[in-house]
């Protein structure tokens, strides 16, 4: 994290979140100016001036600026926000910029939002991609419904790409706050990101732009916040940004008990996801967390591809939550994590009678030495 | 005791008690938190959060809580996430499901470990009893303790319990079980793969190494349905 060190254009301090890598950069930010101010209407491009930065050029990114409009018609309140994406780049190491148009000229306020990926300009290489992981989102009586395609995350250690489409919402949930959570989305993602629409209602050259909040997996959307055009079925409503995630830079300590995989295979369709499992030496306490979907087995093993030295061979009792229904089923589970073959081998046994190893696991159990 | 603050769930502290214990990696928790989800301080809060006197580390793994509601004269059960998200700050995801309800109960019965952990790994010791039935019947029934001065875990597992038709309980003799225990655990069972509301459960006691399983009113179960479990994790009040 790192404040801004000053401006072009008469806003305050800018506090952004950061990774910064040596041919990318991801910046996370949220700020408000003026464009009645002297010094907004003086700048030819909007220019914030930052500690230095990884990178000292980057490409043309986006970041999406949005005015607030708000009142009443005919006695009914109306929410007319607008707003679009503006280019940014960096300019040299220590200058970040972003293009200024004319359309704000007459607001008293616009509010911009830096969710932006900046890659280094001039880099060669062989590009690896990322993989698409799906959202699925979870709400009471399922009255929330996000499009299941074009709803997801691509994942890495230090920030996430995110990508939301609205789908539909139940009748009788049209009027109330919505809040839902977003399951496969990192829980250490905390923003308020905006949600995109073509029509604002108020203004024909921008599209509508509303603020969602995501926050430790959930997301939020008030009611008194969601514009106009919002459930005009003519336009795609969605959000889309690079977000950087609330990461322990922390370092591993030499010898953490702790075997992480994310995806830790069992078999041709029995997959362990998101598979982390750290143990405490003593007390020997042992945390797992992770899911899995598989159905007609009572009993998979699981070979993992790394084989920390320092786990001991345990058993251990988890408890999890069954995935039918609304996920809130119960489900006692034994671990018996081995260390008998050079490969090390995790078998998880169903306990309670469900014939079926398809769960979510949070759950922290006592490791216990084995019998057999 | 956890010396507590502050809820942001509308919950006043001094209505919750908290029994803990710790050590420099470890935090226990056992009680009981009544969550009502028509409080305006309920609405639009992620997570519920628990202001708490400095805790032993800053930041947890995640590890879970047994959630209690009613529904219809049903009683259900399921697991909320708990955390600890800094120093004196505790976390326990909401049931978005159990909102319509009104009403639920966490059961803290949670351990919690720090992240970041190396050294030479001392296991702990699995004890087994054997069950004796006094009232009801049971198949495969099999129960697990680990047992420290401090704490203790607490499992059982039957394949199928038959209650007492007089008076609706099963009742089973633990011998050699410590006396000095005395907990609920709640006896979870899944009627089907499919539930919307969670797991179903009977109440019972353990006390004095005799645990008793109250049918409680509960509609017979359907045919299918055997397998009961439990899993529980107490402070021992010797600490």
Request: with cysteine; aromatic share 10%; glycine share 8%.
């Amino acid at each position: 994290m790192f404040n801004s060190t000053g401006n072009n254009f008469g806003a305050g301090v800018i506090a952004f979140k950061d990774v910064q890598e040596s041919n990318y950069i991801v910046l996370n930010a949220k700020f408000t100016c003026n464009p009645q101010s002297a010094e907004y209407q003086a700048a030819e491009v909007l220019e914030i001036k930052v500690p230095a930065l990884s990178i000292v050029r980057s490409t043309i990114a986006g970041v999406v600026a949005r005015y607030k409009e708000r009142g009443t018609s005919y006695g009914y309140p109306y929410v007319r926000d607008g707003g679009t994406v503006l280019k940014s780049w960096v300019k040299d190491a220590n200058t970040l910029c972003i293009e200024k148009l004319s359309c704000f000229n007459d607001k008293q306020e616009i509010i911009i939002y830096i969710q932006t990926l900046y890659c280094m300009l001039g880099q060669g290489g062989n590009a690896s991609k990322g993989k698409e992981k799906r959202i699925t989102c979870v709400s009471e009586d399922s009255y929330l419904r996000l499009d299941t395609s074009y709803t997801f995350c691509v994942v890495f250690p230090k920030w996430i790409f995110y990508h939301m489409m609205y789908g539909s919402c139940t009748w009788a949930y049209r009027n109330l706050d919505w809040e839902a959570f977003l399951e496969g989305l990192p829980e250490d993602v905390t923003a308020d990101v905006p949600v995109i629409a073509s029509d604002n209602y108020g203004n024909n050259k921008l599209g509508g732009i509303t603020e969602s909040r995501l926050e430790g997996g959930f997301w939020m959307l008030p009611k008194d916040e969601r514009g106009d055009g919002f459930e005009n079925t003519a336009n795609y409503v969605f959000s889309f940004g690079y977000l950087v995630r609330d990461f322990d830079a922390t370092p591993d300590v030499p010898g953490r008990l702790r075997l992480a995989q994310e995806a830790l295979n069992g078999g041709q369709y029995e997959t362990f996801r998101d598979f982390d499992l750290e143990l405490i030496p003593s007390p020997a306490m042992a945390a797992c967390s992770g899911t899995t979907g598989i159905y007609s087995k009572s009993t998979v093993t699981f070979i993992p591809e790394s084989r920390p030295a320092e786990i001991p061979a345990f058993d251990a009792f988890f408890l999890d939550n069954f995935n039918g229904g609304q996920g809130l089923s119960i489900q006692l589970v034994k671990m018996e994590y081995r260390t008998d073959t050079p490969t090390r081998s995790i078998k998880v046994d169903d306990l309670s009678g469900m014939k079926n190893l398809s769960f979510k696991m949070f759950d922290t159990a006592v490791a216990m030495a084995i019998t057999e | 005791m956890l010396s507590i603050t502050a809820t942001n769930f509308g919950v006043n502290p001094s209505n919750i008690q908290i029994k803990e214990y710790h050590e420099q990696n470890l935090l226990v928790l056992e009680g009981d938190i009544s969550v009502d989800t028509t409080a305006a301080e309920y609405a639009g809060i992620r997570p519920m959060k628990l202001t708490v006197a400095d805790l032993p580390f800053a930041k947890s793994r995640v590890s879970n809580a047994l959630v209690t509601a009613a529904s219809e004269g049903v009683n259900y059960c399921t697991l909320a996430k708990v955390w600890i998200a800094d120093k004196n700050t505790i976390c326990i995801g909401k049931i978005i499901p159990y909102k319509s309800l009104g009403s639920y109960t966490i059961h803290l019965n949670t351990m919690l470990i720090p992240v970041n952990n190396a050294g030479q790994v001392a296991l702990n010791t699995m004890k087994t009893y054997v069950p004796q039935f006094n009232k009801g019947t049971g198949d495969a029934v099999e129960v697990y303790t680990v047992e420290t001065p401090h704490w203790m875990m607490f499992v059982l597992k039957a394949s199928n319990l038959v209650f007492d038709s007089d008076d609706q309980t099963v009742e089973i003799q633990l011998p050699g079980f410590p006396s000095d225990i005395s907990i609920n655990p709640p006896i979870i069972y899944n009627e089907n793969l499919w539930s919307n509301l969670g797991s179903k459960r009977y109440p019972a006691t353990l006390r004095n190494g005799i645990l008793t399983i109250s049918k409680d009113g509960a509609a017979d179960e359907p045919a299918n349905v055997g397998t009961k479990f439990t899993r529980m994790i107490v402070i021992r009040d010797n600490n």
